[in-house]
């Protein structure tokens, strides 16, 4: 069976390579004699493995022990929430940038918590770019800053990070983060669905100042306290297994490839092709976001025509490219660009691509 070339925003495309050491391995992995997904998180095969995984994060990302790293459940959209209920009081005030569709998530999780200062948004221009640092109006008592690098629906990007002075700056790095070189002591506190650059759903990654771990947040059930998963090592409750085992393996392949800032020039060489493609169409193809704010991870475009939609959306899966269908809330196309996603495959998308201008131009 041949496999087809994926740009679905997630769960997404994982490396081939991952795939193919997790196959061998489905029914016995490590000498076991069962697979990692019949086997308790406390043994020793599991808990070793978990400990490698977290050694090979921190290698890959450059973490340094003042921060926690957490393998944790409920995706990062359970975590806008649990972020106000840990690291605010009630009657606090946190600032968060809006940016697009999970920024406003974010926006309306913490609501019921915490004062949302909406420090900064890019409503009024319909979200195709990211507000000027300096039209930002921060709380100097806030909590914290909460923001999203990477908008997965608009197509926008942060391409360096934020000042927020001596504030917690939070990401939500879902669909960026692994992407390139990063620098966490700017960061109070990282966290990142899995499904985009790391592995399978079902597992949210989460990068934490110690220090923010002591804070008093408010009354809540354990699962839900930050301090009480990193004093467990994330075993409070009986992990996602599989997905932990499927992390590492992605940590492993992305060490071996170079690290970080090899695959941040993959990343480019991607974007640079797709967006190149675009614009070069003669207007055929469009892309609505600012050039300075264009992601490198997800790219939405439209037709000249909206009456072609179909036509591109049936031919490109006849040709092998899948999920380029854009998200409801901005229609038109979206190719996600994600690690795992290859030179070859954006090759065979733009080739696509100008052959379809070409006969319906």
């Known amino acids: 069976m041949s496999r087809i070339w994926n740009f679905s925003a997630g769960p997404a495309a994982m490396p081939q390579e991952v795939l193919e050491r997790a196959q061998r391995e489905m029914l016995e992995w490590n000498g076991s004699g069962a697979s990692v997904m019949e086997q308790s998180h406390r043994g020793k095969r599991f808990v070793e493995m978990a400990a490698q995984t977290e050694a090979d994060l921190r290698t890959l990302v450059g973490i340094s022990d003042d921060y926690a790293v957490l393998f944790l459940q409920g995706g990062a959209t359970q975590l806008f929430a649990q972020i106000p209920m840990n690291l605010a009081a009630a009657g606090d005030t946190a600032d968060y940038i809006d940016t697009g569709h999970w920024s406003r998530k974010a926006i309306s999780e913490a609501a019921p918590y915490i004062h949302v200062n909406v ?117 409070l409750n009986t992990p996602n297994t599989w997905g932990w085992y499927l992390a590492g393996l992605t940590f492993q392949w992305l060490n071996a490839l170079g690290g970080l800032p090899v695959m941040a020039e993959r990343n480019r060489a991607k974007a640079e092709l797709l967006y190149g493609t675009i614009d070069g169409s003669g207007g055929f193809y469009r892309n609505p976001v600012a050039v300075s704010a264009r992601s490198r991870m997800n790219v939405p475009f439209t037709l000249q025509d909206s009456a072609l939609d179909a036509s591109f959306l049936k031919q490109s899966e006849e040709a092998g490219l899948l999920a380029l269908k854009g998200h409801k ?17 954006v090759q065979a998308l733009t080739t696509f691509m100008r052959d379809f201008a070409r006969q319906h131009g």
């Not at 900064?120 to 640092?133: E, L, M, N, T, V």
């Not at 926008?156 to 983060?177: G, Q, Y």
């Not at 692994?178 to 109070?188: H, N, Q």
């Open 119 to 235: 420090a900064a948004s890019a409503k009024a221009d319909d979200y195709r770019s990211i507000p000027a640092r300096d039209t930002w109006q921060l709380d100097p008592g806030a909590s914290y800053v909460h923001y999203t690098p990477n908008e997965t629906i608009h197509g926008v990007e942060f391409h360096s990070v934020p000042e927020v002075d001596s504030v917690p700056l939070i990401a939500d790095m879902s669909s960026s983060i692994l992407s390139e070189p990063l620098d966490v002591s700017r960061f109070g506190l990282i966290y990142a669905g899995a499904q985009k650059n790391i592995g399978p759903s079902g597992l949210v990654l989460m990068i934490v100042r110690r220090d923010l771990l002591a804070r008093a947040g408010r009354p809540m059930a354990k699962i839900f306290r930050f301090a009480e998963q990193a004093s467990n090592d994330s075993m």
């Open 329 to 345: 809330a901005v229609g038109g196309m979206r190719a996600s660009l994600y690690n795992a996603v290859s030179l070859e495959a």
